[in-house]
């Protein structure tokens, strides 16, 4: 499964990206502006809102997991949502996730 979330994550990143960039070289490169593009209507909102609230709860998932198995690398998923976007922070982290296996115990935690 965890070649399917890195395969996710890269797709993820580069997909919208591709939109970004045709956005920007069309409207020039302000992103205020695109922030303002995102809430052209009520449907737009409601997404920006949705993906909002997506990356939020992503964000305490990973604080509050990474706390409890040391897995510090699985942060980087944290700017990769709020930078390039949930479609690529979310199944990052999956895939950074699968890389602990708890034992019986459930308080160690092994590398693969």
Not at 97 to 107: C, L, S
Request: charged content about 15%.
């Amino acid at each position: 499964m965890r070649i399917v979330y890195l395969l996710l994550a890269i797709w993820g990143a580069i997909h919208p990206m591709y939109y970004f960039i045709q956005w920007f070289q069309a409207e020039g490169w302000d992103i205020m502006a695109m922030v303002d593009a995102w809430h052209a209507n009520a449907a737009s909102s409601g997404l920006v809102w949705d993906l909002t609230i997506a990356a939020v709860a992503l964000t305490v998932w990973i604080i509050t997991e990474v706390s409890r198995t040391k897995n510090m690398l699985a942060l980087i998923a944290i700017p990769a949502t709020f930078c390039i976007g949930v479609s690529c922070g979310l199944p990052l982290y999956l895939y950074l996730r699968g890389r602990i296996v708890y034992t019986r115990d459930r308080h160690t935690i092994r590398d693969f």
